[in-house]
């Protein structure tokens, strides 16, 4: 499992490590309206999914951000962005900032997403910052596990991951 840090500190990651050429674990997350969600919604499209800490600080906004001006360039690709905020907040951020690209999802009801991924931060009950580029076919095609929940990911791998992708 990836070492992972928060503003410096060591904290216990828990769930299922995913690796390149491994098969997507299904999850259920939830909608801004409180509707289930899963892997298998976006069946047949090729998923890039941003897993934020926490919607409402700077890198996490800055992350959304990118990944919804690069999802309105990318064909057959889904965006979605997984935290544990509440739907609530998620939708009055999205509302707020007028992102139309990527679908906000949380994970706060039963961590599924966290569990699936192995991104369950213990010590905050939040999830580690990473990304997941997952093909048409599920198959995990990239996986970046953020070292430090304040650094950015690298977009511009995950992005070309998500264009390679079928």
């Not at 600080?57 to 935290?83: H, P, W, Y």
């Not at 998620?90 to 991104?119: I, M, P």
């Not at 430090?148 to 079928?166: R, S, W």
Request: glycine fraction near 6%.
């Amino acid at each position: 499992m990836t070492n992972v840090t928060f503003k410096g500190n060591p904290v216990t990651i828990l769930g299922n490590e995913v690796k390149v050429g491994d098969t997507a674990p299904n999850f259920t997350v939830l909608a801004n309206d409180l509707s289930e969600v899963t892997l298998n919604d976006t069946k047949g499209k090729v998923r890039l999914i941003s897993v934020v800490p926490s919607i409402d600080t700077g890198v996490c906004d800055a992350q959304t951000r990118r990944f919804n001006e690069e999802a309105s360039k990318l064909n057959n690709v889904e965006v979605l962005t997984i935290s544990c905020d509440l739907p609530f907040a998620q939708g009055r951020w999205c509302a707020a900032s007028g992102l139309e690209n990527v679908k906000t999802l949380s994970d706060h009801r039963d961590l599924s997403f966290g569990e699936a991924y192995g991104v369950i931060m213990k010590e905050l009950r939040l999830l580690a910052r990473s990304v997941f580029v997952v093909d048409s076919n599920d198959k995990v095609v990239y996986v970046e596990y953020v070292s430090e929940g304040t650094n950015h990911p690298d977009y511009e791998k995950a992005i070309e991951a998500a264009k390679q992708a079928k």
